[in-house]
C-alpha cells in the first residue's frame, strides 16, 4: 500500500514563502507525473503544478512565477516552493503521484491526504 504523506503548509503573510513537501512510502516500482493540486470549499481541485518523469514542468497561470515544483524521483519526494503568496492562494493543497507499484500493475494515481496553507496578515 502506497501513501502520500505532504508537510510544510501553515500561516503566512501574503507575500511571505512556504514549502510543501511530499513523500511516498511503501512499494513503488516506478513514479511518472507528480502534482500539486488544490480545493477550495465548494469548487473543484484544480492543477497546481506538476513536473513529469522527463523533468517537464507546467503550473497553473495564477502561481507562474512564483512557485516551483521539484522532484527526487530516487527519494519519492516532491516540492512546491510557494514564494509571493497572495491571499487567494489560502486552501488545501494535495500532492498527487501517478506511480506503479510493481512491473505488472497498471498505473494508478495516489493522493495526500492534504495540508492546509493560509495566507492572511
Known amino acids: 500500500q502506497v501513501q502520500l504523506v505532504e508537510s510544510g503548509g501553515g500561516l503566512v503573510q501574503p507575500g511571505g514563502s512556504l514549502r510543501l513537501s511530499c513523500a511516498a512510502s511503501?512499494?513503488?516500482?516506478?513514479?511518472?507525473?507528480m502534482g500539486w493540486y488544490r480545493q477550495a470549499p465548494g469548487k473543484q481541485r484544480e492543477l497546481v503544478a506538476v513536473?513529469?518523469?522527463?523533468?517537464?514542468?507546467n503550473y497553473a497561470d495564477s502561481v507562474k512565477g512564483r512557485f516551483t515544483i521539484s522532484r527526487d524521483t530516487a527519494k519519492k519526494t516532491v516540492n512546491l516552493q510557494m514564494n509571493s503568496l497572495k491571499p487567494e492562494d489560502t486552501t488545501v493543497y494535495y500532492c498527487?503521484?501517478?506511480?506503479?507499484?510493481?512491473?505488472?500493475?497498471?498505473?494508478?494515481?495516489?493522493w495526500g491526504q492534504g495540508t492546509q496553507v493560509t495566507v492572511s496578515s
Open positions: 513536473v513529469t518523469s522527463d523533468g517537464n514542468t
Open positions: 511503501g512499494s513503488i516500482f516506478r513514479i511518472y507525473d
Open positions: 498527487n503521484f501517478a506511480m506503479r507499484s510493481s512491473i505488472w500493475s497498471q498505473t494508478l494515481v495516489s
